[in-house]
């Protein structure tokens, strides 16, 4: 008689699951791109417009649009390494969606809160700067050395990037790149606290 383990990993969360799959996910937003560039920048359009009423709605369009290859190319290689590491960490696919779905909403609340009327922002970077900090801040709630480790790797690779909270360069949406980073953190709070809280105590 087979038994099932039900703490193995599913196949997009081995490494080779994983790696597929962030493939699979970059190249939507080249198909994206490449249909946006054929309609004339048509679907930019369904990004997040900052301060308007309904503006934010473009939450949900916003990280799949980006304003030309250039903007894809400087995001694609942050989303395959960081989505990887995340799908083949702890919790995998289902604290990966968790982690995606906060960090899209903090980061585009920000931008449609703090950004100018009368801007449109498009780009997946804002989920890049929620899944840095996302991994980052998991080695810390988690305290499991695998854990730890990443987030040291991550920060040493990546912690550089972290600047682009501040408002830097003009046309970077840092109100984004802001949102995102904190809503990773939050995300990493929220999905990995318990394993810091302190045992409870029995006695007889």
């Known amino acids: 008689m087979a038994y099932s383990n039900p703490t193995a990993p599913s196949k997009v969360e081995t490494p080779k699951g994983a790696a597929i799959f962030m493939v699979g996910a970059v190249l939507l937003l080249w198909v994206l791109e490449a249909i946006d560039t054929v309609l004339l920048n048509a679907l930019d359009r369904l990004g997040i417009h900052a301060q308007e009423p309904l503006g934010w709605v473009g ?9 030309g290859f250039g903007h894809l190319i400087a995001n694609t290689l942050p989303l395959l390494v960081l989505g990887f590491l995340i799908l083949v960490g702890r919790g995998g696919a289902l604290r990966m969606a968790w982690a995606t779905l906060i960090t899209a909403i903090s980061s585009g609340l920000a931008a449609w ?17 929620g899944w840095l900090t996302y991994l980052m801040a998991r080695g810390f709630f988690a305290r499991d050395v695998k854990s730890i480790v990443i987030s040291i790797a991550v920060f040493l690779v990546y912690g550089s990037v972290l ?8 046309g970077v ?7 995102g980073a904190i809503g990773g953190v939050l995300a990493a709070w929220l999905m990995h606290r318990r394993a810091v809280s302190k045992p409870t105590a029995y006695a007889r």
């Open 59 to 67: 939450i949900f369009f916003a990280p799949f649009l980006h304003l």
């Open 173 to 179: 949406s840092w109100q984004a790149h802001l949102g």
């Open 113 to 129: 809160l703090l950004t100018p009327a009368h801007t449109v922002i498009v780009g997946a970077s804002g989920i890049v700067f």
């Open 163 to 170: 600047f682009g909270v501040f408002p830097t360069a003009a």
